[in-house]
Structure formats: structure tokens, C-alpha cells
């Protein structure tokens, strides 16, 4: 048997190997234009190539960068968000642990689903009233499922033209 | 500012009358809701589809029936549907149904009132009875829907004026949806409680997306009126699909009519959109009816659910094209591709129930005490059920494209197996077990409403 | 590690040695392209799904046969088939097909080669041709092709030397993709010119993204050896689905066998991948074979073509995903929910074909002289044929759900028509004529790769 602080120092010297590797790739990979608004940084990252092509072909390209969507539109919530994406998304990189085809996370969806909501505020107002937290529902049943008139079921192709 | 409203979740409309749970006038929510009013009241205008939609005929109105159009009649349009209800009202006046608009009005003054005595049953679906079913229940909705049920036709139409109407989907307070039912409300947890839910109140178990597909499952779905209470009952204890609402006539050995062509009793479907719907790729995908028929429209600088409900083939570019990029032009088709596959089928399944109840009847002409009449008549009366089931059905396939086939299917097999049983000296007299469905209802994935 | 990740990025491929138009081998093609190669060499490898993949039985090597593993056999999971195909060389043996690795050796040792003569033909879809027909025309691909048709399967055998390889479906200069196989370069000339289009050259009019199709379509085809010359034919005049090509072959009278138990002459349907896909809403949508079956998938840090070709399912992240944001689970249940309802009526449409057969041979028994029999027969080499199409298409209806149960569907109709010409005073003893399709070929849209 292991003794139980063999795993945790372990557990801190892969952390810290973690910590390493990913601030080296954050900053190799110029991972530092998770804190830029041109989306050509975000596409530094090869594996965010096709990202990049499907949203210049996108109704958007002309009137959103990848920011305005995928990071809160409050600025403590945007640089919280850009520095977590930003390093975890170096880690991945760097490790190659990670999905293929790329899928985006929930709670990043919930950011996206934000940003519709935040620019598209009049337009909306009729179908999004009565829901208190923008995107939630209104039953536990609902919160439980996901959202409600979640932006994207219908828009699928405004974002990117092919997912 | 717009987005604090939001936040606080107050709507954009402004408030000009007070609803209550007894206003039933739609014009009376207009005021508050003259968007969705208005488009409302279009369910009025007629236009044709290949298979749907329906055109405006004009007719001379009578005293007995003052309708200045009504839509074309079905049983001309295939005059074989006249041998394949033969025995029931049905061969008297079918039409292609209609807008909403039209719902009352085509009920009280079809000819199959004229030929048939009705229950007060039927208004369910063709009028606005939640404030009707208080009333008759003092208060109790479930109470007051039995006592309509139980009421002739005549006596229960004049508690009513209107088609369905706000208040039978939308709470007054909150305009949240939500289903007023009886019907609907018991067939869902009989169904729920199949799948191992127990106690399932849809007004507080739904989701919003779910809603947008209930309020609609109130009226568009496969009924019968159980009992002498006539009690409005949705047949859904085993299953939504085809073979599994067959299966539970089969237990419960409900007949509609008999059959004057076979001789046997049969069972007549019922626009079961809501079934069949339920076994589509929409359905598994989260979208729901209101999401197609129902589809945002741009008013103003709002957009509002559109409440003309029509054939979304009238309406393409709202109705699919945020969900698929294709043309309108190619969506079209590919619903035209769908529909005329199983309109094929519906053909042929129509003509092999008919083969079959002529020869039923043909030997029990010769000899009315041959065995094989049984077992014959058990497979036309399911032949006659899986095509109608498809037949009636108003997405002509779309709804549930690969379903649609494999029920008619399922239905020319029978057809197949009831000559079987009458003919030839090789094959056994008795009917064979109607075979297992492959699979039950096809509940939407956890991440459905993406 | 990333620095070379980015360099990679920049070249993708090394040349290291130079392809000409006669190098076969793909060891060495795989120089150039290692990624490619080791995927590719997987095809070996096998694991079942619920109705496709396969899986590896261990047998005893023995002279005649040195295979150590086999799939499994079809004739024992369902010992239907044997009566099925009463009389043909399939009753002999007919496996689970497996990975392109397999090819050449199964078609080598099956027993169908024990018991029937077999002519070269067979090869153009088990080994790497285009060399050795290339090489048997004197340089001229058609002239080579139509040689080795002709030749004993034994003697052409000689003639290859590996299943499948790149040279058959790359240009080795470009790496472009292009058709190798004439009877591809015949059939799709003459579905076009069916269509309107005249003097159609796949290799020089074909996008790229149908070319991802039709090197696939090569070989996974519905086809006869036409003739004395045994020249391999895909029967696409009429068009691609399976009441055409029905229809192609009762215009032509062919006939691959007579029917042990029927009586009549019969076909037997192969593989019909191509066809039956193009009648999919995935083809509507301009997808390609290769888009599920190989997909790109991320090695290193490039993105390649995965050459081990085999069931989506065994790969549903890279297959399916690309498109579809449902998670691996809910994407396997909607495969399996299409399956599962094609098989239910593949059964049923195999029941009746086999009911139908023993009818008719007791008939025939009984009165050999029967005028009946020839319409009866017409009707079971319909329904066998219709059945057999879905049995051997080998998505089990995925390629194409609503398709696959519209076939089946008229091949229970088909069954139930010959019991009608065989049986019973009522009804006329000829032959019905076969339903019109419903529609042609499903041409992708224009817009169709989006
Ligand atoms: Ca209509
Ligand atoms: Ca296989």
C-alpha cells in the first residue's frame, strides 16, 4: 500500500508540470490572443483553423469576432472566462487530450447563448420574457434539460456555416 | 431599457385589459396581444399543398348549414375511402381540414352529425371549453369535462363560441403555455407511467420546448370515447406508435364499427400527428410543433410567434430554413420526396385491405359458417387500422418518414396474412400474433431542446 | 510536441520514392504516405456492431482453405436464407463481409468457388485490377477489362497480387481520386444519360466530393455479367433504385437462377450500397461515402483521410460528430432505431417470400399445368428481388430508412399479389404490373456540399 502523501505529492508535481507546460504553450502558441479580439489569434491555433474559415463564411464574420460569442460580455466574467479557455485550451494542445471533432463544453455554450441574448436583446423580448436568468428556463424540469428557445437550435449556422 | 425589462423578466407587451381564467374572448387578449391577435385570425385564409394546406370551395349556404366555403371533399378526391369506411359516418362527409378558424363551425355542420347521433365528447377538440369545463364543473375542470362528455352534441355546443382559443394554451397571468385538457393530461401520464414515470403532471413536469409540442398533442392525436360516459380517452398505455395503440384495442377489444364490406368490427384512426410525430427525427432532435408551425416572425422590431398555424410548406423560409440552409425550393422537394413515397404505399395498402374485406366477404357469402372467417376478419381489422392510421395522419409521411412506411408495411403484411388465412389448403386458419414493435416511444435525448 | 507540430503543418507529405501508373504494391506508396498506409493496413482488424463490423472466428487452416479466421456465416445466423436462395451457390456459403484486408482471400476460398465456376469478372472488385487490366489490354484499361472477364476465375487470379490499393482509387501523380473500374465509367454514362446529361466522363466531370462517392460506387453496386462475354454490368439505365432496376431486368429477361422452390427464374440482389445511398437524405445532402466511412481524423498535427474503412459506428466521434452535435450514445440509438425497424420488415418480406415459394410449389405439385403459376412466379421473382435488395444492402436501412422500408413494403405488397394470382376465384390470374417508382434518383442539390 501507498502511502496517502505519496499521491498527493504526486499529485502536486503534476500539477506543476501541468502549470509548466501549459504557460509555455500559452506563450509559444501565442496563447496570449486569448486576450486579443482579433479573431486571426484565434486561429494561431491550427485546430481552430476550420473554426476560423466556417465563421468568415458565417452571417457574423461582418458583425461579431470569435470574442463577442464566446466570452461574457461583463469584463470580469470575459477575462475570467479568456484566461480558463486560454489555459486550458493550451494544456489540450500541448497534451493533444482533447476531442476530435473539437465539441464545444456547456458552460461555453452558456456564454454563447448569453452573447445572442445580449446583442439581440429587442428583437428577442417577446419570445425571451419570463425567464428570469437569461437563458434558463422557467421549470426545474427546464434546468435540468438544458435551455429554453436555446439561440442555437434554430440558428445553427450563424456562428459558423457548417458546425 | 429593454434589457432590464428583460432581466426582470417583464415582458415587452403592455398590459391595456386584465385576463382572467374565464376571459374567453380572443379579441379581449388582443387588445393586450394584437400581434399574435392578428395572426391569429388569418388561420381564416386557404391555400393548397400537395397533400395539405387546403382551398377555399364555394358553397351556397343553407338554412341548415349557412358555411359560405367549405374544403374539398376527400371521399371524391378518392372515392375508394367510401368502401374502405363502408358502415360509418365517415362515408357521409370527409373533408381536408382547415384552418383553426374553422374548427367550430366544420363540427356542428358536417353531415356526420346528421347521421349520427354525437356526444358533447367532441367539442374538445373543436371549440374553446376550458371555461365551459369550469363552469359545467363548478369549478372543477376534470369534474365539468366529464359532465360535457356525457351531454348530447346539441345541449353541449351552446356552452361554447369559439374555436380553440388563447386561454386553452396560455395561462392569463404569465402567458406561459400549459394544457387545459382532461384528455391529454391522463393519456400522458398513462404513457409516462408505461415508460416508469410515475405521477407525471404535465403542467409542472414539462419543459418549455416540451409545451410547444403538448398544447398541440391536446386535439392532434388517435382518441376514442371510452365507456358510456363517453369519456374522451387517449389510447397511449402501451405506446405511442402504430402497433402499440393497436395492441391496446386488441386488449381492450374496442371496436369503432362494423365493417360492411368484411363483416368484422374495425377501428377507425384519428389524426394521430402527435404520435407519429413522436416517432420522427424531429421529435428525437428536440424540435417541437410550434417550432414549424408555429415559427418566429418578424413584427416591427419584435420577433412573435407566429400564430397563423398552417402547412409550414406555406411558409418555408421561417419554418426550416434557420435549422437547414437549403433553398426553399429544395426543402420543398425533399417533403415532396417524403410524401410521395408513402402516398405510394398508402395506395397499395389501401387496395390490399379492400381485396381483403371483398374477399372476406365473398367467402362468408358462400358459406357464412366457414372457420376462416375469423382469423381473416382479426388480420383485415388490423390491415384496415395500420393504413388508416397512416391515411389519417395529416403530414402525408413527413412526420415520421421511415415510420410511415414500416406501419404500412406492417399493414400490407396483414393483408397478406389474412388471404393466407382464408385461401389455399397449405396455411393455417388461425391469425398469427401481431408481430412486436422494434422499439417504444422515442423519448428526446437529455440535450434535446439544442 | 508542438514545435514539430507546427512544422508538420507546413509540408504534409515527404516524398521519398516516385509512383508510376503501374506501381501496385502499397508498402511502397506508403513511403510517401506512412499516415495513410498504417490506417489503411488496419483494415484487419475486426469488431462486430449490432448489424454490421464483423468478427473474427478462428478456423483450422487446411490446404484448400489457409485462412485462419473467418466472419461469421449469415446462412447459420439465419437459416432462412438457405430456402431463400434454394438452388444458388449462396446456400453453399455467404458470410458477415469484413475489412478491405479480406477481399482478395475471401473471394479466393469461399465455397462458392467450390461449387460453381466462377469467370474473371469476380476479381474487378476483390483485388487491385487497374494494373493487371491495364497490362491484359496492352496499355488500353477497357480492352483489358473486357479480356480478363472472359478468362476463367483461376487463370485471372494470377494476374493480382493485392486487395484493394491506393492505385485504384489515386491518380499517383496528383494523389487525385479517379474511377479505375469500367463497368463505373459505363454504368454512371448511362444513369446520366438516363437523366439528360450526354457523353458524361466521370474522371473528367465529377466534383471532387462526389468523386469521395464514387470510388466507393466502384464496387459496392448491384451488378450482372451481361452476356456470353460475362461483362460486368451495373443495371442503372432506368436509375438507382430498386423498382428501376426491377424494372431494368424484367425489360431484359435476366435471370441469375432458378428457383429451387418456386420453380421460377430469379435474382439475386448485391450489395446495392451506392444505390440505395443515393436515395438518402445524407446524399440529398451532397455527404459522401467517405465523409462516414472515412472521415478526417486528427494525427499528430494533421488531419488525414482514416484509410482503415469500416462501420461509422466503431467510430462514431470522427464519423458523425463533424455534423452532428449529439453525443456518441444518442447517434448509435438513432442508427440502431433505423435498423431495428428495417430488420422487423426484412423479416416479415423474407416470411412472405418463403410462403409464397412453398404455395406455388405446391401448386405446381399438384397441377403442373396450372395457368396460374406463370403470374404467381412473376410476382415472387419480384418480391424475392425486393427483399433481397434490403437483405444485401448492408447499412440495414440506414443509407437510406424511409427508401429501404419502401422497398420492403412493395415486396410484402408483391407477396401478397402472387397468393392472390395463385388462390381464390376472385381475383385475376395474371400478373398486376410493378408500381411506377414514386421518383427518380435523387440528384444532390446544388448547393449540396454547403
Ligand atoms: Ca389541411
Ligand atoms: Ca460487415
Redesign the interface.
Known amino acids: 500500500m501507498r502511502p496517502p502523501h505519496l499521491g498527493l505529492l504526486l499529485f502536486c508535481v503534476l500539477l506543476g508540470l501541468a502549470v509548466g507546460t501549459g504557460v509555455f504553450?500559452f506563450g509559444?502558441?501565442k496563447g496570449a490572443s486569448y486576450l486579443t479580439n482579433d479573431p486571426a489569434a484565434c486561429a494561431n491555433c491550427?485546430?481552430m483553423e476550420a473554426h476560423f474559415a466556417s465563421w468568415v463564411k458565417s452571417s457574423h464574420s461582418a458583425v461579431a469576432v470569435c470574442n463577442d460569442c464566446h466570452t461574457p460580455h461583463d469584463l470580469v466574467g470575459k477575462y475570467l472566462t479568456k484566461a480558463s479557455n486560454g489555459f486550458w485550451h493550451s494544456f489540450a494542445?500541448?497534451t493533444?487530450d482533447f476531442?476530435?471533432?473539437i465539441?464545444i463544453k456547456d458552460h461555453n455554450r452558456a456564454v454563447t447563448e448569453e452573447a445572442c441574448?445580449?446583442c439581440h436583446?429587442?428583437?428577442?423580448?417577446?419570445?425571451?420574457?419570463?425567464?428570469?436568468l437569461?437563458g434558463t428556463?422557467?421549470?426545474s424540469?427546464?434546468e435540468a434539460?438544458?435551455?429554453?428557445?436555446?439561440c442555437?437550435?434554430?440558428?445553427?449556422?450563424v456562428g459558423h456555416?457548417?458546425? | 431599457n429593454i434589457m432590464e425589462r428583460q432581466r426582470e423578466g417583464l415582458d415587452p407587451f403592455y398590459r391595456v385589459v386584465a385576463l382572467t381564467d374565464t376571459t374567453v374572448d380572443p379579441a379581449v387578449w388582443g387588445q393586450n396581444f394584437p400581434l399574435q391577435y392578428d395572426l391569429y385570425r388569418r388561420t381564416v385564409d386557404m391555400t393548397r399543398t400537395r397533400y395539405g394546406g387546403s382551398e377555399a370551395l364555394p358553397r351556397r349556404p343553407t338554412g341548415e348549414d349557412p358555411r359560405d366555403t367549405v374544403s374539398v371533399s376527400r371521399l371524391d378526391e378518392d372515392p375508394r375511402l367510401r368502401e374502405f369506411w363502408a358502415g360509418y359516418a365517415f362515408v357521409e362527409d370527409f373533408r381536408e381540414e382547415r384552418g383553426h378558424a374553422y374548427m367550430l363551425s366544420d363540427q356542428v355542420f358536417t353531415r356526420r352529425q346528421v347521421v349520427a347521433q354525437q356526444p358533447g365528447t367532441c367539442l374538445n377538440c373543436h371549440a374553446s371549453t376550458y371555461v365551459a369545463y369550469l363552469r359545467a364543473g363548478n369549478g372543477d375542470l376534470m369534474e365539468g369535462f366529464a359532465r360535457v362528455n356525457q351531454m348530447p352534441y346539441q345541449e353541449a355546443v351552446r356552452l361554447v363560441d369559439h374555436p380553440v382559443a388563447c386561454i386553452d394554451c396560455h395561462d392569463p397571468e404569465t402567458m406561459r403555455l400549459r394544457v387545459t385538457r382532461p384528455a391529454f393530461m391522463e393519456g400522458i401520464r398513462a404513457l409516462k407511467a408505461g415508460q416508469g414515470v410515475e405521477d407525471y403532471d404535465v403542467n409542472r413536469d414539462a419543459t418549455r420546448q416540451e409545451m410547444r409540442t403538448y398544447v398541440c398533442g391536446q386535439c392532434h392525436v388517435e382518441y376514442y370515447f371510452a365507456g358510456t360516459e363517453k369519456r374522451l380517452t387517449y389510447p397511449w398505455d402501451r405506446g405511442l406508435t402504430a402497433d402499440s395503440i393497436l395492441a391496446y384495442y386488441e386488449a381492450n377489444g374496442h371496436n369503432d364499427w362494423t365493417h360492411q364490406v368484411s363483416g368484422g368490427g374495425v377501428l377507425k384512426a384519428q389524426h394521430p400527428e402527435f404520435e407519429m410525430f413522436n416517432q420522427g427525427i424531429h421529435a428525437r432532435s428536440g424540435v417541437a410543433c410550434a417550432d414549424c408551425h408555429m415559427p418566429y416572425i418578424r413584427q416591427g422590431a419584435m420577433k412573435v410567434s407566429d400564430h397563423w398555424v398552417r402547412s409550414p410548406l406555406l411558409n418555408v423560409s421561417n419554418a426550416c430554413q434557420t435549422c437547414h440552409p437549403w433553398d426553399e425550393a429544395e426543402l420543398t422537394a425533399r417533403v415532396h420526396t417524403i410524401q410521395d413515397r408513402t402516398y405510394q404505399l398508402r395506395n397499395l395498402a389501401i387496395d390490399a385491405s379492400l381485396a381483403l374485406a371483398r374477399a372476406i366477404n365473398a367467402a362468408a357469402q358462400a358459406d357464412a359458417g366457414n372457420p376462416r372467417l375469423e382469423a381473416a376478419r382479426r388480420h383485415h381489422r388490423r390491415a384496415q387500422f395500420l393504413a388508416d392510421f397512416v391515411e389519417a395522419e395529416n403530414s402525408m409521411g413527413f412526420h415520421a418518414d421511415q415510420e410511415a412506411a414500416r406501419v404500412l408495411g406492417l399493414s400490407l403484411n396483414e393483408a397478406r396474412l389474412g388471404h393466407l388465412a382464408l385461401f389455399g389448403d397449405l396455411v393455417q386458419a388461425t391469425a398469427s400474433a401481431l408481430p412486436a414493435p422494434p422499439q417504444a416511444v422515442t423519448p428526446p435525448p437529455r440535450n434535446g431542446t439544442r
Open positions: 504553450t509559444y502558441a491550427h485546430v494542445f500541448t493533444g476531442p476530435d471533432p465539441r441574448r445580449y436583446a429587442d428583437v428577442t423580448a417577446a419570445i425571451t420574457a419570463g425567464s428570469h437569461v428556463g422557467e421549470t424540469a427546464d434539460e438544458g435551455w429554453a428557445v436555446a442555437t437550435r434554430c440558428h445553427r449556422t456555416w457548417v458546425r
